[in-house]
Nanobody, 118 residues
Framework: VQLQASGGGLVQAGGSLRLSCAAS????????MRWYRQAPGKQRELVAG???????NYGDSVKGRFTISRDNAKNTVYLQMNSLEPEDTAVYYC?????????????WGRGTLVTVSS
C-alpha cells in the first residue's frame, strides 16, 4: 500500500492550492484520512482529518481557510487551501488508517512541499 501526495508548489500569500493524496494497493477499506504538516524547525502538526463517513476536524490555525474532502471510490483525500499565509509554508503529509487484512494499519505519504511567499 502506498500514499502518493501531489499538488504542492510555490504560491503568493492570499493564493490557493489543492493537495491530493491517493492510496493504492490491495485495500479493503480506509477509515480516517488526515493531512499533517511540518514547517522547518517545528513539530509535525495535524492540519485536518476526515472519517469515512465525512466527519471533519481542523487545526485551529487553518479553520475557515482549508477544506478537507475525500473520494472513497478513488481512495483519495484532498485539501483545498485558500487564503494562504507565509506561516502555512511546510511539507504536507497525508496519513490514513488502511485495512489490508483483519487489522487497520497507519500509513504515511512522502510529503509535498508548499511554499507561500509574502
Amino acid at each position: 500500500v502506498q500514499l502518493q501526495a501531489s499538488g504542492g508548489g510555490l504560491v503568493q500569500a492570499g493564493g490557493s492550492l489543492r493537495l491530493s493524496c491517493a492510496a493504492s494497493g490491495v485495500i479493503l477499506s480506509i477509515s480516517t484520512m488526515r493531512w499533517y504538516r511540518q514547517a522547518p524547525g517545528k513539530q509535525r502538526e495535524l492540519v485536518a482529518g476526515i472519517t469515512s463517513g465525512g466527519s471533519t476536524n481542523y487545526g485551529d490555525s487553518v479553520k475557515g481557510r482549508f477544506t478537507i474532502s475525500r473520494d472513497n471510490a478513488k481512495n483519495t483525500v484532498y485539501l483545498q487551501m485558500n487564503s494562504l499565509e507565509p506561516e502555512d509554508t511546510a511539507v504536507y503529509y497525508c496519513n490514513a488508517d488502511i485495512q489490508i487484512s483483519r487489522l487497520f494499519r497507519d500509513y504515511w505519504g512522502r510529503g509535498t512541499l508548499v511554499t507561500v511567499s509574502s
